[in-house]
């Protein structure tokens, strides 16, 4: 898939919320109620990024996850990223 460009990305990005670019990766961190709910949505994504194929890079400490979103092949950012970060917010909304 081809990789994006700054404004491609920053156009996208604008259907999108709380996401921004940032080393040709886009990114975002929710907060939840505790890690019990971290985890749970963690776990739903999980089952997403299995369906489309496409993983994130992420970290979880207690209840705050950071998501991180580019495609390897590319060597940045895809619509496979822009299409995981909105299914992402579907299911944390
Ligand atoms: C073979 C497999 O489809 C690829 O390795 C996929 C898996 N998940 C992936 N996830 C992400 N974020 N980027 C990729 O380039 C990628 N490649």
Not at 22 to 32: A, G, Y
Request: negative net charge.
């Amino acid at each position: 898939m081809k990789k994006m460009n700054t404004n491609e990305i920053e156009a996208a990005l604008k259907n999108l919320t709380g996401w921004e670019l940032k080393n040709d990766m886009i990114e975002r961190s929710f907060t939840f109620k505790d890690f019990k709910e971290a985890f749970s949505m963690m776990t739903r994504i999980a089952f997403e990024c299995e369906k489309q194929q496409h993983h994130p890079n992420w970290e979880n400490v207690y209840n705050n996850l950071t998501v991180k979103l580019s495609t390897h092949d590319a060597n940045g950012v895809t619509q496979k990223d822009i299409d995981l970060a909105k299914t992402i917010e579907d299911i944390v909304a």
